[in-house]
T-cell receptor, first 109, second 114 residues
């Protein structure tokens, strides 16, 4: 079966750095997405990785290792507004999106 | 504002009621989706429409009935639902044929079935 694993919940301090991990086992791979979802709001696109390596976009970076079936989302200089759920999703060989259950990130002052 | 609008935002219905969820996208996309989001569970894809044609039905019970009259509008008709159908129903759109197939979501319709 296809599976995406990510931690259920994480806590971090304002101004710090946090890394949210995502491991996947899918039938094929055509890219990995990270989405952010604030409570009561729509999920919004953060990043897309299809090649190995690190993609940096401001305070957020996303890393991919296809050989390890592993990705992480790195958030720097955390702000209170970063409190949200972070969803990892993989596009499989049939171009179907397989979703993780999401990681709820709590930022404390 | 994501360009995808869903109404109503909240809905409470009894098991014998009939109601509909509406989604409208203002992005000129050619694909629209219904997802179910339950607490601490992955997003569940329900239906996909591509150029108004249904291309995916993920074994969804017949008490959920989708309708896509044109590429900008999507409905989910609900009837004789069960309490376990209580969830957040998310509509999304995308432009098929792009490299990433990024999804644009609406804010969802929170459904409670009593």
């Amino acid at each position: 079966g296809q599976n995406i694993d990510q931690p259920t919940e994480m806590t971090a301090t304002e101004g710090a750095i946090v890394q949210i991990n995502c491991t996947y086992q899918t039938s094929g791979f055509n890219g990995l997405f990270w989405y952010q979802q604030h409570a009561g709001e729509a999920p919004t696109f953060l990043s897309y990785n299809v090649l190995d390596g690190l993609e940096e976009k401001g305070r957020f970076s996303s890393f991919l290792s296809r050989s390890k079936g592993y990705s992480y989302l790195l958030l720097k200089e955390l702000q209170m507004k970063d409190s949200a759920s972070y969803l990892c999703a993989v596009l499989d060989s049939n171009y179907q999106l397989i979703w993780g259950a999401g990681t709820k990130l709590i930022i404390k002052p | 504002e994501t360009g995808v609008t869903q109404t109503p935002r909240h809905l409470v219905m009894g098991m014998t009621n009939k109601k509909s969820l509406k989604c409208e996208q203002h992005l000129g996309h050619n694909a629209m989706y219904w997802y179910k989001q339950s607490a601490k569970k992955p997003l569940e894809l329900m239906f996909v429409y591509n150029f108004k044609e249904q291309t995916e039905n993920n074994s969804v019970p017949s008490r959920f009935s989708p309708e896509c009259p044109n590429s900008s509008h999507l409905f989910l008709h609900l009837h004789t639902l069960q309490p376990e159908d209580s969830a957040l129903y998310l509509c999304a759109s995308s432009q098929e044929g792009t490299n990433t197939g990024e999804l644009f979501f609406g804010e969802g319709s929170r459904l409670t079935v009593l």
